[in-house]
């Protein structure tokens, strides 16, 4: 199994930058690909980006430009988050896919809170 630990949100100005790590433990050998989703008040959550073991990367046409997702090892990833908006407020989870008997396997961090406000 794998668990996730995120951390670095907080509350900024629009325009304003932040830094979201998350930090895994256990079978990290068996991660194929890890991601940051998003889920705003009332809303589902969605895909914020998402980086695979080859370091291929994926972006929300939303954050296109303006958040970086990048994977430093096999236990760690972290999004540089640019240009903040309001509309980039959020609970940010971060996730890895994982191989498991065999089966594709997801775990969830606990959330982090991103507020972006004047």
């Known amino acids: 199994q794998v668990q996730l630990v995120e951390s670095g949100g907080g509350l900024v100005q629009p325009g304003g930058s932040l830094r979201l790590s998350c930090a895994a433990s256990?079978?990290?050998?068996?991660?194929?690909?890890m991601g940051w989703y998003r889920q705003a008040p009332g809303k589902e959550r969605e895909l914020v980006a998402t980086?695979?073991?080859?370091?291929?990367t994926n972006y929300a046409d939303s954050v296109k430009g303006r958040f970086t997702i990048s994977r430093d090892d096999a236990r760690t990833v972290a999004l540089q988050m640019n240009s903040l908006q309001p509309e980039d407020t959020a609970v940010y989870y971060c996730?890895?896919?994982?191989?498991?008997?065999?089966?594709?396997?997801?775990?969830w961090g606990q959330g982090t809170q991103v507020t972006v406000s004047s």
């Open positions: 980086i695979t073991s080859t370091y291929i």
């Open positions: 996730k890895a896919s994982f191989m498991a008997a065999l089966k594709p396997i997801a775990s």
């Open positions: 256990g079978s990290v050998f068996s991660i194929y690909m």
